[in-house]
């Protein structure tokens, strides 16, 4: 199941990042992590879940993440995205909590003093 509902002009979510997550085999039971903008949620963000086993993201309703996805910022997103993690989750996210694009990943670097 793919969709071009989250592509557009700053964001190329492609049918490759939603194939990526859709291999993960998250638990299908309660049908919420087979919706489309959880998967997308997963390439950002993630725990380890000890119920299943396996990284998981955060949930959030399709309304809230397609308010955030279409009024903040790349920067924004990927924080907010972060922040649905619970104190819990947050421990045990050293799978995957952090969001990086080039952007970021050059102000982090000239802020520590690296040149260009």
């Given at each position: 199941?793919?969709?071009?509902?989250?592509?557009?002009?700053?964001?190329?979510?492609?049918?490759?990042?939603?194939?990526?997550?859709?291999?993960?085999?998250?638990?299908?039971?309660?049908?919420?992590?087979?919706?489309?903008?959880?998967?997308?949620?997963?390439?950002?963000?993630?725990?380890?879940?000890?119920?299943?086993?396996?990284?998981l993201p955060p949930l959030c309703s399709v309304?809230?993440?397609?308010?955030?996805?279409?009024?903040?910022?790349?920067s924004e997103f990927g924080d907010w995205a972060?922040?649905?993690?619970?104190?819990?989750?947050?421990?045990?996210?050293?799978?995957?909590?952090?969001?990086?694009?080039?952007?970021?990943?050059?102000?982090?670097?000239?802020?520590?003093?690296?040149?260009?």
């Open positions: 199941m793919t969709t071009n509902v989250y592509i557009t002009d700053d964001r190329r979510l492609t049918k490759l990042m939603l194939d990526e997550v859709e291999r993960w085999n998250m638990p299908r039971t309660d049908g919420v992590y087979t919706q489309e903008h959880i998967k997308l949620l997963a390439a950002i963000v993630s725990y380890f879940d000890h119920k299943y086993k396996m990284p309304e809230e993440f397609e308010t955030k996805i279409s009024t903040l910022s790349n972060v922040s649905l993690l619970s104190a819990d989750q947050l421990r045990n996210s050293f799978e995957h909590r952090n969001w990086f694009n080039f952007q970021k990943l050059r102000g982090l670097l000239t802020r520590s003093g690296f040149q260009v």
